[in-house]
């Protein structure tokens, strides 16, 4: 059965999560030219969500407020609105407040996070990622784009070679991932295209990849408990 889109959905962010977005159906918005395959939810409208959303041929929304901002990675199609159409590859990150009337003339689909910026930030970000110089990663057969970020939080490209391993190492204020291309791996698992992760703050892995992939990610943005906090302190 479905979920309602109102229903929270690996909601504790302070879990571990793991979806396979390939097995999961298309669910109606309430336009009915568009579809989403939720992903997380916390709950009631107008809070945190990450989504595919499908735009069909000729869709369109109507004009809305992004009250906490979004951010999107178009995967197919090319998404359009205002300020511009955007093709697959292309990253947006609009502020906190914006608001646009989105179309897909010849139809698109975007991974897409709500209600998660900063109420600080306040500038549009746009990037092409087929057109965006890949820099050096930290380990050989590692390649990173940077594509924004506000404070402590960062959300980048990463392109690693077939057989790259990365060092054990931990996440503060957690990590975000979403398998674009090939397979990611650590102990926990390996992870085909289309996997979405969630590793909570602290959270400890060693990934690698045997095939190649290429992944979205997203680090610092998940809350700290106040029992690390805490714990901190006393160690000081």
Known sequence: ?????????????FERARVDTNTLPWVQSPEPTVERKLIEREGGDGTRATSLVRFAAGASFPEHVHH??????????????????????????NPPGSRHSPSAPDGC??????HHLDPREHEQ???????????????????VMPLAGFEGEHTALVRWAPGTHFTPHHHFGGEEIY???GTFADEHG???AGTWLRNPHWSLHQPYSETGCTIWVKTGHLPIPDAW??????TR
């Open 1 to 13: 059965m479905a979920e309602h889109p109102l229903t929270p959905l690996h909601a504790d962010l």
């Open 125 to 143: 970000v746009v990037v092409d990622t087929k057109a965006t110089p890949w820099q050096a990663g930290l380990v050989d057969g590692l390649e």
């Open 190 to 192: 390996r992870y085909p």
């Open 109 to 114: 689909v975007i991974l897409v996070k709500l």
């Open 229 to 234: 906090y805490q714990e901190a302190q006393q």
């Open 179 to 181: 398998v674009l291309e």
């Open 68 to 93: 906490g901002g979004e951010e999107f990675l178009v995967l197919e199609g090319a998404f359009c609105d205002e300020s511009g159409c955007f093709p697959a590859g292309h990253y947006v990150r």
